[in-house]
């Protein structure tokens, strides 16, 4: 074998993401409680500006390798099914793991995470954190009728597992809000302002970090979107 196995993996990784994957001109249930741009430019279908590495590449295989993990362990319970779909004229959704009465997303990360995760439990923070993910579990259980979601969030350093349960009722309003926006942007066919929103964390000196833009998959086109607004302003 002339070739590392790390060369394998990679290039393997690689073949797979360029595989073309044809965007369905819906808005998605996981891109909730980002960037309203990034959601309006996902569904217009909008070509992104930044390849994704191979270090990425492997950090999201190894994603879903857990979750792969995880649903095939409860889904050798009773009344359990695992990556539901569903689509309508402007959403498309799925959901990890369906009970009776709750739908479940997974969610790994590194373990460092949970020493996070507890902080601003602690600060009252956790759901703001959160948001994102909780968004998106609201969408699926609303979706597909249940009463509650769950969010596990896995180690992928030790398989802790860290679950946020919480009731759809309380998060109904907030959603059907982001949904309008969402809409209403859509509808006007003009592009909403840049605004990240996801992937908080909270500084001791009470300011908040959003990283959303680093996750971007439209970076390098936004950065140019404002450059040519500034231009064209005279600024």
Known sequence: MEKSIQTLID??????NSKEHKR?????????????????WYRLGEPFSEELDARTLRVFKAGD??????????????NVQIELQGEDDDFIWRADIVLPDEVIEC??????????????????????KKEPNILQAT???????KPKARLVMISKDDLCIDEYIFFVDKWKEKLNNEVKTLMDWWEKKELPPAE????KSFKKDGTIEIKDCDY??????CVETEKGKEEQNGT
């Open 216 to 221: 971007c998959p439209f970076k390098t086109t």
């Open 11 to 16: 290039e393997e990784l690689n073949r797979d």
């Open 196 to 199: 990240p929103r996801a992937y």
């Open 107 to 128: 969610k790994s990360q590194h373990s460092r995470a949970f020493w996070h995760n507890n902080k601003a439990r602690e600060e009252g923070k956790f759901e703001e």
């Open 139 to 145: 969408f699926n259980a609303m979706k597909f009728n």
């Open 24 to 40: 369905s001109g819906k808005y998605i249930a996981s891109n909730l409680g980002r960037c309203f741009r990034l959601q309006y």
């Open 65 to 78: 390798l857990f979750h792969e993990f995880v649903q095939n362990i409860v889904s050798k319970q009773d």
